[in-house]
Every structure is written in C-alpha cells, then in structure tokens.
C-alpha cells in the first residue's frame, strides 16, 4: 500500500457470549482514505466501527492508530477517543447545552482549550457544516440533519485524525439525509480519513477510496467502488447487491 496506514486491525475477534461477531478481520485504513463498509443487518459493521476507538472491547487481536496499539482505559484511551471522532446514529448531543457549547465543551476539557478560543473555532466548524446561525439554539429545536451537522462540527472541533460514522443517515428522514451526506463529501474531498458505515449506496461510490463489504462477522471484499458495484466476486455481495439495487 502505498498510503501511510492510519488505522489498522490485525485477526481481530470479538463475541457477544457464543456470537462472534467479528472473525479475523484485518483492515487497514490509510491517511486521507474515505472506507465505507456495507453489508447486510447484523453482519458486524457497527461493531467492527466501534471497536476501533474502544467503544467496543475485543477479545483477541490488535488495534494500531497511527502505528501504536489501543490504549484499553484511562487518560490515554481518552486521549485517542479525542483523535478519532465518532459520529452516531442517534447525534448523542447534550439536550441541555446550546450547540455551541456542545462543539466547544471537548475543546475545553480534553485540548484545554481556551474558552474564546474554542467559541471561535466552533463557529467557523457550525459555518463549514451549515448551521451558523442555530449557534445558541438547543438541539431539540433543530431538524434531525441539522442536529447531525452539529454533532460532525462536534467532532471535527477535537481536530481528529480520523472520523467514525455508524449508520449516520439511518435515524433521518429522507428529505435530510442529502445534506448530512454532504457535508460529509465535503470532508472526504478535504482529506479526512473516514470510515464511514452506512446504507446510502450513492455514497459509497461517489465518495469511497474502497468499499469493505461484511457478512457474518467476516470481511468478503475489500475493493474499490468501480470494482464491487459493477462486478462483485462473492456470492454475498451479488445477492445483497441485487436485494438493494433494485429499489
């Protein structure tokens, strides 16, 4: 590979009691790639999104971020929480908090940031995400894809080297979804790394470096876009293709 590997997972396993949800997945993600990993419910890909910032623990195998292994608990392991920024399903913002304190509060206490500093630099993330102007609104005054918008500036403000996204657009009503995907293209022209799961199939080929389709725990293919939507090699992937595709 030629890019520098910024993420890497090394015969990864993980079970949920006798399920095993992951089997010896090996991944690497380089500097700058956009991975969007799609499959079928219940294959593994939130799992295997999570377990790469320890939301997740595994039961064997090894977790690198930019050459060192996973940190399991403590200040270091917040520390690389801060260097990959996740972005949820659900926003998980603080409903008590004004949006610009939800992007400036990570500043504050994890970068010890300096609060007009912080300010600042979440004002010019709320402007390149599109919701400046609902800066001293409560999220739950805000659309679902504004509220989404706000938890990536949210992310962005810890200035991390890579960014989860677990099924961003899933909790959205149609009409949202596109300018949350935006943004989020928008990211992946910048250069950010991501590592993106999702069902938005559009995304995955306008956006992606390289598609990782998952099936039962495994990794089946690990190509790029061009390759896996017109012509996939395994049987899995032709069948979730043709059940998705057809809609």
Do not use: D, W, Y
């Given at each position: 590979m030629a890019v520098d590997p910024l993420i890497e997972l090394r015969d990864v396993n993980k079970y949920f009691g006798e399920l095993h949800v992951l089997q010896d997945i090996d991944l690497t993600v380089g500097k700058g790639e956009v991975v969007v990993v799609i499959g079928p419910s219940g294959s593994g890909k939130s799992t295997l999104c999570r377990a790469i910032n320890r939301l997740e623990p595994i039961q064997s195998g090894t977790i690198l971020l930019d050459g060192r292994a996973l940190p399991?608990?403590?200040?270091?392991?917040a520390r690389l929480r801060a260097d990959v920024?996740?972005?949820?399903?659900?926003?998980?913002?603080?409903?008590?908090?004004?949006?610009?304190?939800?992007?400036?509060?990570?500043?504050?206490?994890v970068r010890k940031a300096d609060k007009a500093k912080a300010e600042e630099k979440a004002r010019a993330l709320l402007d390149r995400v599109g919701v400046a102007d609902q800066a001293d609104k409560y999220p739950a005054q805000l659309s679902g894809g504004q509220q989404q918008r706000v938890a990536i500036a949210r992310a962005l403000a810890m200035e991390p080297k890579a960014l989860l996204f677990d099924e961003p657009t899933s909790a959205l009503d149609p009409e949202m979804i596109n300018e949350v995907l935006e943004v989020m293209r928008q990211l992946a022209r910048d250069g950010m790394?991501?590592?993106?799961?999702?069902?938005?199939?559009g995304f995955a080929r306008s956006a992606a470096n390289r598609v990782v389709f998952m099936a039962d725990g495994r990794i089946v293919e690990d190509r790029s876009p061009e390759e896996f939507f017109t012509d996939p090699r395994s049987d899995r992937a032709k069948d979730f293709l043709s059940k998705i595709l057809k809609h």
């Open positions: 399991t608990e403590g200040r270091e392991l920024g996740m972005v949820f399903q659900s926003f998980n913002l603080f409903a008590h908090k004004t949006v610009l304190q939800n992007v400036t509060l990570g500043q504050i206490k790394t991501m590592v993106v799961v999702t069902h938005e199939m």
